[in-house]
């Protein structure tokens, strides 16, 4: 099913023989949370523990890209949480998303409908490709409008909150609601620890073949290579016209919104396109565009 970031492969998030099917199907490591996505408000107080803050966050930001993770209440299954003591909840926004929680009486379980690990599906035709033998429905929603995961707030310790995956919602503007400080977890999670949120891996989100990141201008060499793929930034680069290999364009005017929206799919098509590997290019000023970042690097990641 579809959502603003991403689509999302659905279960009763309260039952955890649905929720097995999820990892299963995904092959997804039992340390790897799930995020519960509802429809109102009103729901969180079932699940989990409201700090006083967490109405004021809610005014702001939902229904929209932001998870919080706060201290879990016993119905939630362990299945969904990893066996910890805390559970992550969004409302999201996309119309078609909320339609389909307003009918369930239940939260919806709804990682991204992809094996683990590889590139996030923005399209419909993205679960189709990845998951279209195993599972029985797809709710073509149309193309994700946001195309990259929520941020992830830490509330479950309302004096410390932090930020453990950024997102379209930034730091700053959590504070500005907040009126305090806000960390931001620099740590990636390996595979043999248990994670309190989905995307903390140091490698996710990556295509098949080698992925490689570049500021400014990639080598000539490379740019001579008719095998090797340049995913550009914006499509007025100066060096786009000169590479003999393919390449895909993020914005056509190097619009980082944009070229979040349009990432993973430009990494898809890289990844079945004939180019041997990828070459694609961080933005100039990673502050400006974290969430964008911070998914280019983990893509990359050899481990």
């Known amino acids: 099913m579809p959502t603003e970031t991403v689509y999302g492969l659905a279960a009763n998030g309260l039952d955890a023989k649905a929720c097995d099917k999820i990892f299963a199907v995904k092959q997804r490591p039992a340390n790897d949370p799930l995020i519960l996505h509802l429809h109102d408000r009103a729901q969180i107080d079932q699940l989990a523990q409201a700090p006083d803050c967490l109405d004021a966050i809610a005014e702001a930001f939902w229904p929209g890209p932001l998870t919080i993770v706060l201290q879990r209440r016993p119905i939630v299954p362990d299945r969904v949480t990893s066996g910890g003591d805390t559970v992550a909840l969004r409302i999201p926004t996309h119309p078609v998303m909320r339609e389909l929680l307003k009918a369930c009486d239940f939260p919806l ?15 419909a035709e993205h679960v189709q490709d ?6 029985r429905y797809i709710l073509d929603g149309g193309p994700c409008s946001i195309g990259l995961e929520s941020t992830i707030l830490d509330l479950s310790d309302p004096e410390r909150p932090c930020i453990l995956r950024p997102g ?6 959590i504070e500005a609601v907040l009126g305090c400080p806000v960390t931001q977890n620099k740590t990636p999670v390996n595979s043999a620890q248990k994670a309190k949120a989905p995307g903390m891996l140091s490698r996710h989100y990556s295509p098949r073949k080698p992925l490689t990141l570049f500021r400014e201008v990639p080598p000539l060499a490379l740019r001579e290579d008719p095998e090797v793929g340049f995913i550009f930034i914006s499509a007025t680069h100066p060096q786009r016209s000169d590479v003999a290999g393919p390449s895909w364009s993020l914005s056509e005017s190097g619009d980082l919104d944009e070229a979040g929206q349009n990432l993973f799919h430009c990494l898809r098509a890289a990844d079945t396109s004939s180019a041997r590997e990828i070459f694609a290019e961080l933005p100039a000023d990673p502050a400006a565009a974290t969430a964008l970042s911070d998914r280019l690097q983990r893509a990359a990641a050899r481990f």
Do not use: C
């Not at 409908?113 to 590889?118: D, H, L, R, T």
């Not at 379209?168 to 503007?173: G, L, V």
């Open 109 to 123: 379980a709804a990682p991204s409908a992809n094996p683990f690990g590889y590139i996030s599906p923005t399209r």
């Open 130 to 135: 990845s998951l279209g033998g195993k599972i």
């Open 168 to 173: 379209k919602i930034h730091k700053t503007e």
